[in-house]
């Protein structure tokens, strides 16, 4: 379906912004019709950039008025699909909302736009000492009204907790036009806290339009160590025996053999090439009580057969977190698209289901490198593969369930930090029983009673009791 | 223009892309529009919607190609090595061969007839004295009237002069000389015989003009001799005639091919150090795009200068200044749009002179009332207190 200049809907979305900002040829609605995940082909209505809180209600209520779902997008960074349009709804790009609204040094706090990027965000409040924690390996692109959405993790979640943790309030515009605060950019909430019920939400019950973020004090000393392994086993086993001890890193990533070779050869961060595994380590905190847990996780490290290298300086520091945080992009090099998993499994069974891993994806003739947060159990396998070999998604989506399936068994979840969006949708009954999903359906459309905000996501349909289902399978060609 | 037509770019390039957008913020026409279609992601997925999805390129799909700068930040960004360079060429090559009509085909053509560029120019500076032309907000400089005369001192080394900047920025060239000549080198030029490199033709997707200025630009600069360019736009251009022409000649040539710093800092010791009187100056280094993101070759600059004055970097991760050769004349709101975040970049440096390597930068930032120096400028300068 096309949308001409003389549509109705475009002709009301122009009313509410101006006509440049209301973008609705082939082209344009075809360009926004994937995020980052693997999920092509779907089918945007128009699109619209708001810059305030007041022109998201004015597309939110022309959308109404057509019966339009509406699809909230940011940097379009999204693993799972959860911006993936279905069935061309409005889709509200918060782009050019990337202001900060203000910083309160005092209080730890600032107000931000959702459409600012997450690294800008530490950037502007680097004067201050104070940085936004979660630190998605996207985090130099991704949007803070995304990291909300999907509630976001990152490596140095592990100490300081996920996004949720760090948003005390969002302001959020219903399906109903309304704009609402939930939670106290204090930090304290009376009755139930539905901010924390939004975060996570993936777009599900309105749009946010403005974040209360906690900022988190710049550590005094930091320091990175670089572990490498013979074995997984061993480098699982020295994440385990580092937690066991009591030390809470703020950050273990673990890379394997695979990922190691191709990080290397883009960013040369001096990784080793003939280890199996390499974990790398950083603790923070007072000088003091760095240097102490450092020298033990060197020892914990070389009783398990690991060698340990601690980066010099800052330079070297930022070298080794390049090399992990582009992680996810160099594999084009050997493949030129990739499927990336997120599960979790529990510390103590890393090793087993990484051995698993490795044999679902020899089974299922692919190859597969693994790049995760160790420290809990955040599992990221990338399965690589060329899209024009004939055949090859079906078996990709077969290794996928596998690994999903082995998760499962272990006593993980389904997902650690990508959210469900419209790849794991179909999943969920692995997950919750049909209470649990009736439960969480109800919760949504408590916020978004005739579920059209970000339609066909999360919630398998059929488990919603509700009588709109617009949505009750993913259309043909969304699946690569 | 709304017609199916094959864009002619490799396959595996296109196929590239993964779409993890790690390109998206170091693009400097989506960090200040936010918009998917003007972003490398959303680029080429434009493209693969023609090329491989058979979509009419239509209006929509020329503004997504035509507001890129073609600065190629893009590119070391990337983890996966996308060569989005060689697919914008592809594609705006695709463009002329499907009959766009194009002014700047025919303007493009006067900056390879040297004598006819440079009588032009002195109408335009004429004109521009007498308030004819509205300099500024064409992103015109004030071009001199007259143009000192550059002689040959040696034949140890070329330095390539180029079309506009040998006609409008000639003392630039005559700083450069003369620092390259306090370096020990005799340095030749190449006169008449070549003018421009064919960088503003390759942009435009004029694939025939590029191959015959680089024809003509190789047999001007022949020999063995290094050549040494200090525009960086040129430079890059230059070092990938090799890729362009496919040619073991012009291969061979594009590895004489140096940036003038380049060739300064592994010459650094023949350079005097900086005397006593030199006045101490805080300089702010921009990067121009085609020597930072194309050549990578922006350290020396730095290395270079930082001996006869204060350096600052400027800390916005080498993002383009919106000049890019013939796009702030083409997209003069974009690009003064890119514009700002430079100038609060230099705002917060402190630095009282940026240096900048290329002709359309200088110009560019000029024309918002900063104080651009060529680098070798303010070399010569610091050279001539002790001279």
Redesign the interface.
Known sequence: MGFSRADPLVKDLRRVLSSDRV?A????R???G???SIFEGGQAGPVC?PISTEEVQGCVDAARRHGRAVVPRG???GLAGGAVPLEEPVVV?T??M?RLLSVDADRRMAWVQP?M?N?DLSRATAPYGLHFAPDPS?Q???SLGGNVGTNAGGPHCLAHGVTSAHVLAVEVVLMSGEAVVLGDPDGWTPGLDLRGAYVGSEGMMGVTTAIAVRLTPDPPAVQTLLLAFDSVDAAAQTVSAVIADGIVPSAIEMMDKNIIWAVEN?VGAGFPLDAAAVVIVEVDGLPGGVAEEADRVAELAVERGGSVRRAADDEERALLWKGRK????????IK???YLHDTVVPRTRLAEVMNQVYEIVEEHNLQVMNVFHAGDGNLHPLLLY?R?EPGVMDRVHAAGSAIIEASLAVGGVLSGEHGIGIEKRDFMPLMFTEADLDAQGRLRRAFDPNEMANPGKVLPTGASCADVNALDKVPEGVWG | MSAKISLGIDPEEL????????C??HCPTFRV?????ASP??RI??MR?VQDHG?AV????LE?MDTCVQCRGCEPA?????LFGSMMEATQAALVRNRRVDWRRWGFRILGHRRLLHFLSRVLAVAQRLRLVPSKRLGLPLIPLAQETLRASGEDVWLFTGCVMDAWQRSTHAAVKRVVEMAGAGVALPGAGAGCCGALALHAGLESQTRALAARTMKALGGSAPVLVDSAGCGAVLKEYGRLLGTPEAEAFSERVQDVHEWLAANADQLPSAGQRTPDVTVAIHDPCHLRHVQRVHQPVAEVLSRYATVVMLNDDGLCCGAGGAYAAMQPELAASIRVRKLEAIERSGAEVVASANPGCTIHLANAGVTVRHPLEIVDEALEYDR
């Open positions: 973008r040829a082939p082209l344009e075809s360009i926004m994937r995020d980052a950039f940097a379009g960074t790009v782009t050019k990337n459409g990027i690294l996207s130099q692109v991704c883009f582009s992680a996810f992009g160099a594999i084009a090099q030129p698209n990739y060329d024009r | 196929a590239s892309c993964v779409a993890c957008g790690l998206l913020p529009t936010g918009e998917e279609w992601r959303g997925s434009a919607q979509m239509d209006q929509a799909f997504s990337c983890p996966s090595g996308v």
